[in-house]
């Protein structure tokens, strides 16, 4: 326990920690974006998924405390990993060594602190009815919770869709370098597959904007009612 704690705690630990929840977080990312797409194949079939997930409360309470320590993991590198880099180097440069860094890279914390902001307002807004408590009592024809109805009212408010298409953008930021940044450390980003994977980072993370901000989109503009 004593040597995977010192592991864990080593600079070269904490990337690894960084690196494997980032990539079974981004799993979860992709993974729900093509749940939540089936709301464009109709009230029916996104309410039976929901229905479905819900029939395997073993499965749903696994996941959802996997979620927990993931995201508790990540955060946890993101900060010790930021403070050991300060500790290294207590005074700037006085060029800023960043200038060649992207944007991305120069504001993961910060963007990776708002994303976690965002994760917990869409949890009182669809999970635990913390925004509109109504929300968890619609039900559909069969009985079953409506989650169409749900995602469709909660989108109605223009102000709350904007506030997540505010969220999706920073996650898009976020992932455009933490995917590159994820291989990197787990040694895959090397030789030719440097460009390769971040083009892949760069797309999967524009693709997980435009497929996610499609949904409220869809709801401003009359497509889902
Ligand atoms: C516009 C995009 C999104 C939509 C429409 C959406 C929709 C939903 C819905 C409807 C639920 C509740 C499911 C239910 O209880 O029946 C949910 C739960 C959840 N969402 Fe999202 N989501 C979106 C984006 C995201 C993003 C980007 C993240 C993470 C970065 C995320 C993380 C979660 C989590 C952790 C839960 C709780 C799952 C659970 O334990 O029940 N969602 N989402």
Same mark, same amino acid.
């Given at each position: 326990?004593?040597?995977?704690?010192?592991?864990?705690? *080593?600079?070269?630990?904490?990337?690894?920690? &960084?690196?494997?929840? #980032? =990539?079974?977080?981004?799993? $979860?990312? %992709?993974? @729900?974006?093509?749940?939540?797409?089936?709301?464009?194949?109709?009230?029916?079939?996104?309410?039976?998924?929901?229905?479905?997930?819900?029939?395997?409360?073993?499965?749903?309470?696994?996941?959802?405390?996997?979620?927990?320590?993931?995201?508790?993991?990540?955060?946890?590198?993101?900060?010790?990993?930021?403070?050991?880099?300060?500790?290294?180097?207590?005074?700037?440069?006085?060029?800023?060594?960043?200038? *060649?860094?992207?944007?991305?890279?120069?504001? &993961?914390?910060?963007? #990776? =602190?708002?994303?976690?902001? $965002?994760? %917990?307002? @869409?949890?009182?807004?669809?999970?635990?009815?913390?925004?509109?408590?109504?929300?968890?009592?619609?039900?559909?024809?069969?009985?079953?919770?409506?989650?169409?109805?749900?995602?469709?009212?909660?989108?109605?408010?223009?102000?709350?869709?904007?506030?997540?298409?505010?969220?999706?953008?920073?996650?898009?930021?976020?992932?455009?370098?933490?995917?590159?940044?994820?291989?990197?450390?787990?040694?895959?980003?090397?030789?030719?597959?440097?460009?390769?994977?971040?083009?892949?980072?760069?797309?999967?993370?524009?693709?997980?904007? %435009?497929?996610?901000?499609?949904?409220?989109?869809?709801?401003?503009?009359?497509?889902?009612?």
């Amino acid at each position: 326990m004593n040597t995977l704690n010192r592991r864990c705690s *080593s600079s070269l630990g904490k990337k690894y920690v &960084m690196a494997v929840t #980032g =990539l079974a977080l981004f799993g $979860f990312v %992709v993974a @729900h974006m093509v749940g939540n797409l089936q709301i464009f194949l109709g009230r029916e079939i996104l309410n039976g998924y929901g229905a479905f997930l819900k029939s395997k409360p073993l499965l749903l309470w696994g996941a959802r405390l996997g979620l927990i320590c993931l995201v508790s993991l990540h955060v946890w590198a993101a900060i010790r990993l930021t403070q050991d880099n300060r500790a290294a180097r207590p005074v700037a440069y006085a060029v800023q060594a960043s200038i *060649s860094a992207s944007y991305a890279s120069r504001t &993961m914390l910060m963007s #990776g =602190l708002i994303v976690a902001s $965002f994760i %917990v307002f @869409h949890l009182m807004h669809f999970t635990l009815g913390g925004v509109d408590p109504e929300f968890l009592e619609f039900r559909d024809g069969a009985g079953r919770h409506d989650v169409y109805r749900m995602v469709v009212a909660g989108f109605s408010t223009p102000i709350v869709s904007i506030f997540y298409f505010v969220g999706m953008a920073l996650l898009c930021l976020h992932l455009s370098h933490g995917v590159s940044a994820l291989f990197q450390s787990l040694g895959l980003r090397t030789g030719h597959w440097v460009r390769a994977i971040d083009l892949f980072a760069k797309a999967a993370a524009l693709t997980i904007f %435009v497929g996610n901000c499609s949904i409220p989109l869809a709801v401003l503009i009359g497509l889902l009612k």
